[in-house]
């Protein structure tokens, strides 16, 4: 059974900081690995998609990773500002099964302080 | 363009009773799906929809029950509340076809539900 794991569940940095987000998953039997950000009573917004072929994706200060062998990403924000604050969840899309199923990390609740 | 719209925000319900949880979407996507989040586990996947007339169970599909007869609206319906089913309710659609190739999720801003 995939299982997606994010460390820390929550980080603390000062604005301007380089920050790197973790994520494990134990199955490497995946189409595509995903990074999405999730603010205080609102739903959730696609911060980055990795196709199982690819090893990273850049979008502005972001930049996700993925090594599939050793069933890991990262997401990296770089000079980290107060408006990265909020709850980062990593998930990815099985092979298996076929179905439509995300199978989502807990999170990492990210605080960047002025 | 109001992307996807989920209603009501909130509600409490008493166990037992019935309840509707409305979805919405004007971006035309054929994949739409309904999540539940609770506290300490991540997105759990309740039903989904590859299209209108079309459905299937996700993780943990018991005690709902969806329908797709537009591709514009997927409702989430509750037969008979229990307490394990407050949660936050999230719906979403997605761009791409089978197998997420270059997909993009899109999520409503939820409703947080309390069956008391």
């Known amino acids: 059974k995939q299982e997606v794991t994010q460390i820390p569940a929550a980080l603390s940095v000062p604005e301007g900081e380089n920050l790197v987000l973790n994520c494990s998953f134990t199955?490497?039997?995946?189409?595509?690995l995903q990074w999405f950000r999730q603010d205080p009573g609102k739903g959730l917004t696609s911060l980055l998609l990795?196709?199982?072929?690819?090893r990273e994706q850049t979008s502005g200060r972001l930049n996700a990773s993925l090594d599939k062998s050793s069933g890991r990403s990262t997401l990296y924000i770089a000079a980290s500002q107060p408006g990265d604050s909020a709850t980062y969840l990593c998930?990815?899309?099985?092979?298996?099964?076929?179905?439509?199923?995300?199978?989502f990390g807990k999170g990492t609740k990210l605080t960047v302080n002025p | 363009n109001a992307g996807v719209t989920q209603t009501p925000k909130f509600q409490v319900l008493k166990t037992g009773q019935s309840m509707t949880l409305q979805c919405a979407q004007d971006?035309?996507?054929?994949?739409m799906s309904w999540y539940r989040q609770d506290p300490g586990m991540g997105l759990r996947l309740i039903h989904y929809s590859v299209g209108a007339g079309i459905t299937d169970q996700g993780e943990v599909p018991n005690g709902y029950n969806v329908s797709r007869s537009t591709t514009e609206d997927f409702p989430l319906r509750l037969l008979s509340a229990a307490p394990s089913q407050t949660s936050v309710y999230f719906c979403?659609?997605?761009?791409?076809?089978?197998?997420?190739?270059?997909?993009?999720?899109?999520f409503g801003s939820g409703t947080q539900l309390s069956v008391l």
């Open positions: 199955d490497s039997a995946i189409y595509n």
């Open positions: 990795i196709q199982s072929s690819q």
């Open positions: 979403a659609t997605r761009t791409g076809g089978g197998g997420g190739f270059g997909e993009k999720l899109f």
């Open positions: 971006m035309n996507h054929e994949y």
């Open positions: 998930a990815v899309r099985p092979i298996e099964g076929g179905s439509e199923k995300l199978v």
